[in-house]
């Protein structure tokens, strides 16, 4: 599993992506009865995903993304060629709308939580950000002049910039001020560490140091990195928020199946509702293909004022 790991990170997947990856080869090589892959070979592939459809009943996502996690295993960790599968069956695809809220229940929502959470939440409604790129934002990629968020290395290992909500200035520069704080202490007891993505920690050895590699979120507790041996500050963890975001929802009385991914749904059709275009909506959002961007024409039309014929009865 080490082997999977350097592969990732020398592919530069997300720590998300790698973990589901290690997850379903792990659920591989036991479904073969801890047999290696190589002497499994890429003809237990199909068993193992007609598997996940037919005993498990696991969704399509979740059926794509364990045959992707094997045929990394395959092609990029083993090198082993995989030719084309016969007997695959692939759980179907349903096409569903994403959950969104009106305008006000994202301010009721809003208004259930305080203090760091809010402030999250709020940025996440405001700039469209996923919570794993909110919650790994550094200090340098705040903008406040040009009022821009520059997101790195977000999902697909792709760079892109989103707009600097002008409501969360004042918060946002007493969150600097204060990560500037924590910051300073640390530095006097020889710490003051912020993990680095990549090779960067070799090649700029007294980068991590900086203040604007902090991370705009920071834990507030310190970590040993077993390697270095360097007491690290990592990002706020996001089970915090999603609980305090869970506890908001069943405070304001609404009953959407939503999550805090939600309030990014929700940041795109507000956007499209007061007539941003949709491709700008695409760049916001960092949509490689203006299709998956396009999924939102469909949730306006779905909630826009309409009149219902019974309505219009004499």
């Known amino acids: 599993m080490d082997q999977v790991s350097v592969v990732c990170r020398r592919r530069h997947l997300s720590r998300r992506t790698e973990e589901a990856y290690r997850y379903w080869i792990r659920q591989y090589i036991f479904f073969h009865d801890k047999r290696h892959p190589r002497d499994v070979g890429p003809a237990g592939i199909t068993p193992f995903i007609n598997d996940l459809a037919a005993r498990r009943h696991v969704a399509a996502s979740t059926q794509s993304q364990a045959f992707n996690a094997v045929l990394f295993l395959y092609r990029d960790v083993l090198e082993v060629e995989v030719e084309h599968m016969e007997g695959l069956r692939r759980v179907q695809r349903l096409s569903r709308l994403p959950v969104v809220f009106t305008v006000e229940e994202v301010r009721q929502v809003l208004g259930g939580l305080s203090g760091l959470s809010k402030l999250i939440a709020e940025l996440l409604y405001g700039t469209g950000l996923r919570i794993t790129e909110c919650l790994t934002l550094r200090v340098k990629d705040i903008d406040f002049g040009a009022g821009t968020i520059h997101i790195r290395s977000g999902k697909g290992g792709k760079d892109r910039t989103t707009v600097l909500p002008d409501r969360l200035r004042k918060a946002l520069q007493e969150q600097l001020i204060w990560v500037a704080r924590i910051h300073k202490r640390d530095l006097t007891v020889g710490a ?34 077993p390697g270095s041996g360097r007491a690290l500050r990592w990002h706020v963890s996001e089970s915090t928020l999603q609980k305090q975001f869970k506890d908001a929802l069943a405070h304001a009385g609404i009953h959407k199946h939503a999550s805090v991914h939600t309030l990014r749904h929700s940041f795109a059709t507000h956007l499209l509702a007061s007539g941003t275009d949709i491709r700008t909506i695409q760049l916001l959002l960092g949509h490689s293909n203006l299709k998956t961007t396009m999924i939102y024409t469909h949730v306006h039309q779905a909630i826009r004022h309409t009149v219902s014929p019974l309505d219009r009865l004499c």
Not at 204 to 217: D, E, I, K, M
């Open 192 to 225: 003051g560490h912020a993990p680095l993505p990549g090779g960067l920690d070799r090649k700029y050895p007294n980068a991590s140091r900086l203040l604007g590699w902090q991370f705009v979120f920071p834990s507030r507790i310190t970590r040993r990195c």
